[in-house]
């Protein structure tokens, strides 16, 4: 059964970092492309940075590049979303995402709070 699990959010003052982690389950997620997004609320859910399966390539929104890092562990099967300089408006709940054998997957997400 494929599962996604995101943690490590938190509440955090405007200029920290936090580290999310999103563990995969039934799958291998080397062979996938992995995706976080956001959701803020009122808003639409967004797509904040992904990494490639083939060349560990890496995919950032204009709005966090220079501040986020996505990478991945293939030994833990995790991939982790690195946050710093955190904004107010980086509030969102966050979600990891895969496209398994043409099926998309989500994890439950994980609530980031920037606020002073």
């Known amino acids: 059964q494929v599962q996604l699990v995101e943690s490590g959010g938190g509440l955090v003052q405007p200029g920290g970092s936090l580290r999310l982690s999103c563990v995969a389950s039934g799958f291998s997620l080397d062979y996938y492309v992995i995706g976080w997004f956001r959701q803020a609320p009122g808003k639409e859910r967004e797509g904040v940075s992904c990494i490639s399966s083939s060349d560990n390539s890496t995919y950032y929104a204009d709005s966090v590049k220079g501040r986020f890092t996505i990478s991945r562990d293939n030994a833990k099967n995790t991939v982790y979303l690195q946050m710093n300089s955190l904004k107010p408006e980086d509030t969102a709940v966050y979600y990891c995402?895969?496209?398994?054998?043409?099926?998309?997957?989500w994890g439950q997400g994980t609530q980031v709070t920037v606020s002073s």
């Open positions: 995402n895969a496209n398994v054998d043409g099926h998309y997957y």
